[in-house]
């Protein structure tokens, strides 16, 4: 558990634990040679990535980003990707539970960010956090929706549609302050309609940029994933998002790091992009 204070804000990160993806999907047309510099593959080229969420205590409200896997995917998932399930014995761990949930956020609708957005119970599917109310990109609904042949398998409707069918989720469209002091930004490139969330107290900002930058090995412009759809509007979002996070010292969250939920992404003496960890 890591655990800092932003202002007058406290942001804690929580996992839902540590699953695996094929390490050249992960990196994109990075090589092998230059990408396991940085993160080593086991002998089937998987590589370890994490299921960092973040809650944010704002004093008012407490608000989660993001959540994980979950405990319900198809077995023919949990083959390839595993299914830890620790977000909510995580979340107890920092003293939170379920009910102390004012607010979640979901940066985009892959299983693997909003799998504990429901839970089954007694048959049916229940908000996981049934105090909250939700927030997706109304974008990322309809695409997935479509059922498109390059992404279908990443978009798995129980885990959104009962929260869209009662009200609990709202679907947002562009960028748009949450509450005073959050809000979401859209970075397109790894879907069409991912959104960043911006946390702003006291002159400090973080920022939660999920798939844009997904751990601290992918900080460098050109070090995408296969799974981005538009690989070319990543670039030119991490140009965006730079821009502004380098001069004014935003701390960047890091959505599938495993050891890095979060770290200060500057500039060296030769102009390459580093990782700065905090503490």
């Keep these: 558990m890591h655990r800092l204070t932003l202002g007058d804000f406290e942001l804690t990160a929580v996992s839902d634990g540590i699953y695996r993806l094929d390490g050249g999907a992960f990196f994109g047309v990075v090589p092998k040679i230059m990408w396991e510099k940085k ?7 998987y590589v370890p990535a ?22 319900k995917m198809a077995e023919r998932l949990v083959r390839i990707f595993g299914q830890p399930a620790k977000l909510l014995d995580n979340l107890g761990a920092a003293g939170i539970s379920p009910d102390d949930i004012d607010i979640v956020i979901n940066t985009h609708l892959h299983f693997d960010h909003c799998g504990w957005n429901t839970v089954v119970q007694d048959g049916q599917l229940v908000p996981t956090f049934p105090k909250a109310k939700y927030y997706a990109p109304e974008g990322e609904w309809q695409h997935g929706r479509l059922q498109l042949e390059r992404d279908a398998i990443s ?16 679907l947002l469209h562009g960028d748009r302050e949450i509450v005073p002091g959050v809000s979401v930004k ?21 920022c939660y940029i999920s798939d844009l930058i997904p751990t601290s090995a992918h900080i460098d412009l050109t070090w995408g994933m296969a799974f981005d759809v538009l690989p070319l509007q990543t ?31 500057e500039k060296d003496e030769k102009r390459k992009m580093v990782a700065r960890e905090v503490g």
């Design 39 to 45: 993160v080593k593959a086991d002998t089937q080229n």
């Design 50 to 71: 994490g299921l960092n969420s973040v809650v944010v205590r704002t004093g008012r409200e407490t608000i989660l980003i993001e959540t994980g896997i979950g405990n």
């Design 155 to 170: 978009y798995i409707s129980e885990n959104y549609d009962p929260l869209i069918k009662t009200g609990q989720m709202e």
């Design 186 to 206: 859209v970075f397109p490139g790894h879907t069409q309609h991912m959104q960043a969330v911006i946390i702003s107290s006291s002159g400090r900002t973080a």
């Design 235 to 265: 670039i030119e979002s991490r140009k965006r998002y730079y821009a502004q996070s380098i001069p004014e010292k935003w701390l960047t969250m890091f959505t599938h790091d495993p050891n890095m939920p979060w770290a200060y992404v």
